[in-house]
């Protein structure tokens, strides 16, 4: 049986990690499902951090990761053909702004690698990426 491999969004790792009540059963269905390898970004460690030196997440980077690898979670890190998919990303001309670059660069490595992105964030409709899955 072919495995499914899930990259995702920085915001459904830390509501994993508080036991947000926005962990929906369609998203830990996701997440407890034995078919599906779950990847993490490095953009989401880096984007961790910063939130966390600027007070604004109460988990570090540091401590991202370690609840990443205790979840089994896979570490995908950045590379160079993420970063030529990044260059291709369009939006739709109709579509709110969207400026994060760590949403950018987390939805090209999974578009790059082929991966299923499972994000809770509206703004990735803008971007008709077959790869997004919102939960």
């Given at each position: 049986m072919r495995r499914n491999?899930?990259?995702?969004?920085?915001?459904?790792?830390?509501?994993?990690?508080?036991?947000?009540?926005?962990?929906t059963h369609k998203i830990r269905s996701y997440l407890l499902n034995p078919?599906?390898?779950?990847?993490?970004?490095?953009?989401?460690?880096?984007?961790?951090?910063?939130?966390?030196?600027?007070?604004?997440?109460p988990v570090s980077g540091i401590e991202f990761m370690h609840y990443c690898e205790e979840s089994g979670y896979h570490k995908l890190p950045?590379?160079?053909?993420?970063?030529?998919?990044?260059?291709g990303l369009e939006r739709d001309e109709a579509a709110p702004p969207h400026s994060d670059p760590f949403d950018r660069i987390i939805l090209s490595q999974a578009k790059a690698?082929?991966?299923?992105?499972?994000?809770h964030d509206p703004f990735f409709r803008g971007y008709n990426e077959p790869c997004v899955v919102e939960v």
């Open positions: 491999e899930i990259l995702l969004d920085t915001h459904i790792i830390l509501w994993a990690i508080s036991k947000d009540k926005r962990l078919n599906n390898d779950i990847y993490y970004s490095i953009a989401s460690m880096w984007e961790v951090q910063i939130k966390y030196d600027r007070k604004k997440l950045i590379d160079d053909l993420h970063v030529k998919e990044l260059a690698e082929g991966f299923t992105f499972l994000t």
